[in-house]
């Protein structure tokens, strides 16, 4: 069920109150999961826009490799392609974490589940 269905539940007087109480912690977890969604998505787009990034210094770079006296150029591709391997580094980092996350999200999700009882 998507957090908005629970919610009409949750919000259902007919339901006894401890119900209630276990069905707003499965809200409350499936709420944590959709923002943890959403910040996976974040960061692959920002991951995504990166590798963009750097394909199109790359191009540059190999664009002015041709041209004579265009070194310094170059250097300073080269210094932000160097940055953006850093900062892709990083996001993979913050990607791998979210994901373990969200593995955690889902159990505790799961284990709510499983203890819900009308």
């Known amino acids: 069920l998507s957090p908005d269905n629970l919610q009409v539940y949750f919000q259902n007087k007919a339901i006894p109150e401890a119900a209630r109480r276990q069905l707003g912690k499965i809200l409350d977890q499936k709420r944590q999961i959709a923002a943890n ?24 770079i190999t664009s002015l490799n041709s041209v004579s006296g265009q ?15 850093t900062n892709i580094a990083a996001l993979r980092d913050r990607l791998s974490e979210a994901r373990k996350q969200k593995v955690a999200f ?12 009308f």
């Open 37 to 60: 969604d959403q910040e996976l998505r974040r960061i692959e787009n920002e991951q995504n826009e990166a590798i963009r990034d750097q394909e199109r210094i790359r191009q540059n």
């Open 106 to 117: 889902e159990a505790a999700l799961n284990a709510l589940i499983e203890q819900l009882s």
């Open 71 to 85: 070194q310094e150029q170059v250097q300073t591709y080269s210094r932000q392609l160097a940055a953006q391997e």
